[in-house]
């Protein structure tokens, strides 16, 4: 089993894979921020684009050339399928080089309303959010959940 990156312990294919195809759209805010977080693992850059609000959407995406390692959900507040907006907390953990971060960062979806857009009407949108940076020291556990120091697990991987 192919198990999918965003933490769920599901498979991809029965998790964030129907997203990430367009087959099917997130029916939560916490839904589509682990299929965001698979696409950026798996590098599926137009599906974040897609999935991101036209009003803060940038041209360039940042965190394109990062492995990342590990999601933790911390809360979600509101986000539900009847609901117009919400927000994720979540902790990613990534690798630049051989230097391990983690970006906590919650997260505000809301459900769009697009003019000119019916294609994204009603579906949850990334809009923005507010985020923190700091180093995995490389003595600490690893964020991958292995057990093992991070500069003995994924902090030796380059």
Excluded at 24 to 42: D, G, Q
Excluded at 102 to 123: D, V, W, Y
Aim: proline share 5%; net charge positive.
């Amino acid at each position: 089993m192919n198990v999918c990156p965003c933490g769920s312990g599901e498979s991809l294919e029965s998790c964030c894979e129907i997203f990430l195809s367009g087959k099917a759209f997130a029916p939560t805010a916490e839904a589509l921020m682990r299929s965001r977080y698979t696409a950026y693992v798996l590098k599926k850059y137009d599906y974040l684009q897609d999935t991101w609000h036209p009003d803060s959407c940038p041209e360039n995406l940042g965190g394109t050339t990062l492995r990342w390692i590990n999601l933790k959900i911390v809360r979600t507040h509101k986000g539900q399928p009847n609901d117009q907006q919400g927000s994720v907390e979540f902790i990613a953990s990534f690798c630049d080089g051989s230097k391990g971060k983690s970006l906590h960062e919650t997260s505000r979806f809301i459900r769009s309303e697009l003019s000119g857009s019916p294609e994204k009407n009603n579906r949850w949108l990334y809009l923005d959010g507010q985020c923190k940076v700091s180093d995995i020291g490389r003595n600490e556990p690893c964020p991958c959940g292995s057990g093992k120091k991070f500069k003995r697990c994924c902090g030796s991987i380059n």
